[in-house]
């Protein structure tokens, strides 16, 4: 399909998007033919949440593009990485990091960014990832909870996203 016999998409169409226009804007031509994939969501900080549709085989193309990414930082098969991205919500970062590390072979520590403070501590105590991604509110809010119940925790590379990280967070 040439691009400019595509429909034009309005910002309104995908505000109301669901699985019935998902499969619409697919038929024309957007998306491949879903025969299965994830339907995610933004956060809606803007208003009200947007949804798109992501086929396996994009999303894996999406993986391994960030694999590249997390590679170049330093991460490699073996490599210990405690993923505290927040699980659910239609929210598509903690998958999408848990497939780009099974692409590299780092071992990961699928804890979630929602998991109980001290348990999150223990499990970085025990396991020492050398790397910890997730969402930076939740990561300095983890740091401060260790300093105050006096936790000494060591997070020797830590890699964000979905924020700015401050220099006073």
Do not use: C
């Not at 400019?4 to 669901?18: F, K, V």
């Not at 970062?93 to 979630?112: E, T, W």
């Amino acid at each position: 399909t040439k691009l400019t016999e595509m429909p034009l998409i309005r910002g309104a169409d995908l505000d109301t998007a669901n699985n019935e226009n998902l499969a619409r804007f697919t038929r024309e031509g957007i998306h491949e033919q879903v025969s299965g994939g994830y339907i995610f969501s933004s956060g809606g900080t803007s208003g009200s949440p947007k949804y798109t549709v992501y086929t396996h085989s994009e999303f894996s193309q999406v993986a391994d593009l960030l694999a590249v990414g997390f590679r170049a930082q330093g991460i490699a098969a073996g490599t210990v990485v405690a993923n505290l991205f927040v699980a659910g919500n239609l929210w598509s970062s903690f998958m999408a990091v848990d497939h780009a590390m099974a692409k590299i072979g780092a071992n990961v520590l699928p804890i979630g960014g929602l998991a109980d403070k001290d348990q999150t501590l223990t499990y970085l105590e025990r396991f020492k990832p050398k790397y910890v991604v997730g969402l930076p509110t939740q990561l300095v809010e983890l740091a401060r909870h260790a300093k105050d119940t006096g936790r000494a925790i060591s997070m020797p590379a830590v890699l964000y996203a979905g924020e700015h990280l401050s220099v006073v967070a």
